[in-house]
């Protein structure tokens, strides 16, 4: 049955992703907790945090796979959606400190303190509240995509004019915070965190917890993807990436189309700097590093534009190589991950999911040219 306009249909292959991912959101809290230490079979607590950050990096690259494959908006300002949703977790986090802080102050944080701060800034009131702060993780991205799209799309700025000004509004918010008069730390950022929802954020239980919670936002995330992209509204978008003045010659408000998956994609970038912070502890600045939001793009590429699977495989992918590298070899990590983009550029243009995509329509091409031939023989 055909649906509408916002009514798609789930798919298989959506279905199979959440499930996975829900099993694994079980399967390894136990392996950790429930699994003794010494069994091989055991997760030890900083591999949950390691993977726990993998998954949200593989949540930001969907984030990134839905507007970029779909629509064909390059966004390279998706790190800083991804930093405001950190920072906006980040403030929740430094609200439950309380009087247990270095200075020992009842409310302010220990930075404000030292740069003798007399009182809260206005837009830190309710982050010592859970729900106000899971709100301004989806509002505060949302906010920021939905103005700079709506001035963006309404303007027809395309191509390599609209990625310039995203990584403009990454590097303009590095440089804010930077400074200690905005109220986020400086240079050193949000960190000490103690805890989280009543719970110690360096006990084993959380960590399993927050793992859990980032293995159902990714699946949450990609059954959200799949819906939209397997709907006419997906045709749509795909429309507008292949040809879009022709979808606007159609009568199709193109505007309109972008902005909705800016703002979805954003919100989804927001919820996965939320879920990192706890994980690692810190978030500063340099979340903002226009970098970041480049190597995110990257992952998408390595494992496949438009393809949704491929950009939780290229995430994954390449921070596990990225861990091993920066253990064994640190000072050629940059030159490997340059190398990688461009060796995926040349040969791989489809990435790992696009070259498996096309192996199996050769074999299939094949087997059918097969049965073709024998068909003829046996008719002679």
């Not at 049955?1 to 249909?9: E, T, Y």
């Not at 591999?47 to 507007?67: E, H, P």
């Amino acid at each position: 049955m055909q649906g509408g306009i916002l009514l798609p249909r789930l798919d298989r292959a959506g279905l199979l992703f959440g499930a996975v991912a829900l099993g694994l959101a079980i399967l390894i809290p136990v392996l950790n907790l429930l699994v003794p230490a010494d069994s091989a079979f055991h997760v030890p607590p900083h591999m949950v945090a390691l993977m726990g950050k993998y998954l949200c990096y593989a949540l930001l690259a969907l984030s990134v796979d839905l507007v970029w494959g779909y629509c064909g908006i390059l966004s390279l300002g998706h790190g800083a959606f991804f930093a405001l949703g950190g920072y906006a977790m980040g403030m929740y986090l430094m609200r439950q400190i309380g009087p247990r802080g270095m200075y020992g102050h009842p409310t302010l944080p220990d930075f404000m303190v030292f740069l003798n701060w007399q009182e809260l800034p206005w837009y830190w009131l309710g982050f010592d509240q859970f729900w106000f702060a899971a709100i301004m993780v989806l509002l505060v991205p949302g906010l920021l995509a939905g103005l700079l799209g709506w001035l963006a799309f309404r303007s027809r700025v395309t191509g390599v004019y609209l990625s310039i000004i995203t990584q403009a509004m990454t590097f303009a918010l590095l440089l804010a915070f930077f400074r200690n008069d905005m109220g986020f730390g400086g240079n050193n950022g949000l960190t000490d965190f103690k805890d989280i929802l009543g719970a110690s954020i360096q006990a084993d239980g959380t960590r399993s917890a927050l793992f859990a919670a980032s293995a159902i936002a990714l699946a949450l995330g990609f059954i959200l993807c799949r819906w939209i992209v397997r709907s006419k509204l997906g045709r749509v978008l795909v429309a507008i990436r292949d040809a879009e003045s022709r979808t606007r010659f159609l009568g199709y408000r193109v505007e309109h189309y972008k902005l909705l998956v800016f703002v979805t994609s954003a919100c989804m970038a927001g919820v996965a700097g939320a879920l990192y912070v706890p994980q690692v502890g810190i978030i500063n600045p340099g979340e903002f590093s226009p970098a970041n939001s480049i190597e995110a793009v990257i992952w998408v590429a390595v494992g496949g534009r438009g393809t949704l699977i491929g950009s939780v495989i290229g995430a994954v992918l390449v921070n596990f190589g990225k861990t091993l590298l920066t253990n064994a070899l640190p000072e050629i990590w940059l030159f490997a991950l340059g190398g990688l983009f461009i060796a995926v550029t040349l040969f791989l243009p489809r990435g790992i999911v696009g070259l498996w995509t096309d192996h199996r329509r050769r074999r299939r091409e094949k087997q059918a040219a097969a049965i073709a031939t024998q068909t003829v023989t046996e008719g002679q």
